[in-house]
Structures are given as C-alpha cells and as structure tokens.
C-alpha cells in the first residue's frame, strides 16, 4: 500500500521560507512523478508544481514561480516543496500526490496517490 506524509508545515510569518516534505512509503518511489497542491480556505484544490520521476523536469503554475521550487531525494522516498517569501495567501491545507509514469502530470485527476496534507498559516 503506497503511502504518503507530508511535514514541515505550520504557522509562519509573511516574508519567511518553509521546506515542505513528503515522504512515500510502500511503493517504487523512483518511478513516481509528484506533485504539489493545496487548498486555502473556503477554495478548491488548486496544482502548484510537480516534478519527473528522474527529476529533471519540473513544472510550475504561473502563480507561484519564482517562489515556489520541488526536490526529491529518491534515496530517501521524499519530495520537498520550498516556498520562499510567503504571504497570507499562502495560507492552505498542502498535499503532495504521486503517479507512476514517465510524464509530468499537472492535474489532480492524474494522480493516484495522495498524502493526508498539511496546514500551513501564514500570519501578517
């Protein structure tokens, strides 16, 4: 059974940095492209960024770049999400998502695997 669990969140200050992580047990994380959402209050589910299984490529909504940059250790099974300069809007639940194919999936439908996520509040 393939799991996933994300850490690192939390309550910040605006113009701070944070490392999410997400680690994935219980399946070939090396075959795994991921990827990064998250949900604010009262919003719908919303895709940030995602990474290839080999890593080498990475995709980011116009939203967020800049600010937002994925890494995975595949000797470790994690992913990493690091949002730098965060603002109140950055306030949401986050989840990191997992599917085992080549490509780079860039909607929540795509993906199979989802970790439980993690709340990250940023104050003003």
């Known amino acids: 059974q393939v799991q996933l669990v994300e850490s690192g969140g939390g309550l910040v200050q605006a113009g701070d940095s944070l490392r999410l992580s997400c680690r994935v047990s219980?399946?070939?994380?090396?075959?795994?492209?991921m990827g990064w959402f998250r949900q604010a209050p009262g919003k719908e589910r919303e895709f940030n960024g995602a990474i290839t299984a080999n890593g080498r490529f990475k995709y980011f909504v116009e939203s967020v770049k800049g600010r937002f940059t994925i890494s995975r250790d595949n000797a470790k099974n994690t992913v990493y999400l690091q949002i730098n300069t965060l603002n109140p809007e950055d306030t949401a639940h986050y989840y990191c998502?997992?599917?085992?194919?080549?490509?780079?999936?860039?909607?929540?439908?795509?993906?199979?695997?989802w970790g439980q996520g993690i709340m990250v509040t940023v104050s003003s």
């Open positions: 998502a997992a599917k085992a194919t080549l490509r780079l999936p860039t909607s929540a439908p795509e993906y199979d695997y």
């Open positions: 219980g399946g070939a994380f090396e075959t795994y492209a």
